[in-house]
């Protein structure tokens, strides 16, 4: 079964970039697209002279954006479950320390 509908991508990504935007002003006329096809129409051509790593960093507040979204809509929780689904090692949280690293601290 499908966790989230088409429409619901597009609507938690649109909120995405609309709040992305004020940070990465080039990101005007990107648009959630239709997932899987494309995720972020238009985002070749406004990034197009922008330095690489502000079109990385700005790629990555979408996602950052998005994944609020979903915490505001759904929970930590259950985020980060669904994220893990399909990133397997998502680096969402610091690992809780274990009785052996404490020792080694210690």
């Given at each position: 079964?499908?966790?989230?509908?088409?429409?619901?991508?597009?609507?938690?990504?649109?909120?995405?970039?609309?709040?992305?935007?004020?940070?990465?002003?080039?990101?005007?006329?990107?648009?959630?697209?239709?997932?899987?096809?494309?995720?972020?129409?238009?985002?070749?051509?406004r990034?197009?002279?922008?330095?690489?790593?502000?079109?990385?960093r700005?790629?990555?507040?979408?996602?950052?954006?998005?994944l609020?979204?979903?915490?505001?809509f759904?929970?930590?929780?259950?985020?980060?479950?669904?994220?893990?689904?399909?990133?397997?090692?998502?680096?969402l949280?610091?690992?809780?320390?274990?009785?052996?690293?404490?020792?080694?601290?210690?």
């Amino acid at each position: 079964s499908r966790t989230i509908s088409s429409t619901g991508f597009q609507a938690i990504l649109s909120v995405a970039l609309h709040v992305t935007q004020a940070e990465f002003p080039f990101l005007e006329g990107v648009h959630a697209g239709r997932a899987p096809e494309t995720c972020l129409e238009g985002l070749r051509e406004r990034v197009r002279g922008v330095e690489p790593g502000e079109a990385a960093r700005a790629v990555l507040a979408v996602l950052g954006a998005a994944l609020d979204v979903l915490v505001d809509f759904i929970g930590e929780d259950l985020t980060f479950r669904l994220v893990h689904e399909v990133w397997l090692d998502v680096p969402l949280r610091k690992p809780r320390p274990t009785r052996r690293s404490r020792r080694q601290e210690g």
